[in-house]
């Protein structure tokens, strides 16, 4: 086995625990339920999903007939990506408000419906006008990197935007140095990680070494990881599961009692 394949097989099995912990958290824990964890859950299942199959196709000959599956399923993992930037510009537009009213289902109707708008161009525009010539292999890769560089583009004017309206509140408003702390780091997360993503297929075209490609692999299969790791170990969560913890001990002592007073 290829060290890309084992880094694929290990971040697919880690991918799949860190989906059971998330559900588990969103399940038990009621006021954790926010616009922001129901949109890194989502992105941490589709992502999952993606990694999942990208691994099976290592070991068996997928069939013809799931290959647009396949490619609806990277697609919503992209918009919820994408559903997560605009959630981002929000708070960051909206700094000073209390909180944003926007619903889960709204973010659920534009990740899949974008998808899927997305996957109806890709299968029936962009094959008739622009890739006649290619076979249906090389067409599905040269769609993915068009789909890539589309929601990059998109992503980085979101950003473009996010930093002129951080700019203006400066100029008209008096951030206090937690604010500005919190807004310079997502801005720094979001640089970097559209980074990463322009990064990705550039190193690919080109020939590199083996160890920055194992590293690119490496950071592929593994990325849901880290997301998973600092959703779950940010300060909100702990506090949401000492919250829970404290309750069910109280509750198992009030058991406890009730039935030793019954005892008596």
């Avoid at 998109?154 to 951030?175: Q, Y």
């Avoid at 990463?196 to 920055?212: D, E, G």
Wanted: glycine content about 2%; some cysteine; hydrophobic content about 55%.
């Amino acid at each position: 086995m290829l060290l890309s394949e084992i880094f694929m097989f290990s971040g697919t099995v880690q991918s799949i625990v860190c989906v059971v912990l998330l559900v588990t958290t969103w399940c038990l824990l009621p006021q954790w339920r926010t616009l922001q964890n129901f949109i890194s859950v989502n992105q941490v299942i589709t992502g999952t999903l993606f990694i999942f199959i990208l691994t099976s196709l290592q070991f068996t000959d997928m069939p013809y007939e799931m290959m647009p599956l396949t490619h609806y399923i990277l697609i919503t993992s992209v918009c919820w990506s994408v559903s997560s930037s605009l959630l981002a510009y929000l708070r960051l537009v909206l700094v000073y408000v209390g909180k944003i009213s926007c619903e889960k289902r709204k973010a659920v109707i534009f990740a899949y419906g974008n998808a899927g708008i997305i996957l109806g161009i890709s299968l029936v525009i962009v094959p008739n006008l622009l890739f006649e010539n290619y076979s249906f292999f090389d067409h599905f890769l040269k769609i993915l990197l068009a789909i890539h560089i589309y929601m990059l583009v998109l992503n980085f004017i979101i950003f473009i935007r996010i930093v002129f309206s951080v700019l203006s509140c400066c100029k008209t408003k008096k951030m206090s140095k937690r604010k500005i702390k919190h807004v310079a780091s997502l801005i720094g997360v979001a640089f970097i990680c559209d980074s990463l993503l322009i990064l990705i297929p550039v190193l690919l075209f080109f020939s590199i070494s083996n160890v920055i490609y194992y590293l690119v692999v490496f950071f592929i299969c593994h990325r849901l990881v880290f997301q998973t790791m600092f959703v779950l170990f940010r300060r909100s969560t702990r506090l949401h599961w000492k919250l829970y913890i404290n309750k069910r001990k109280r509750r198992k002592l009030n058991h406890d009692f009730l039935a030793l007073r019954d005892k008596l």
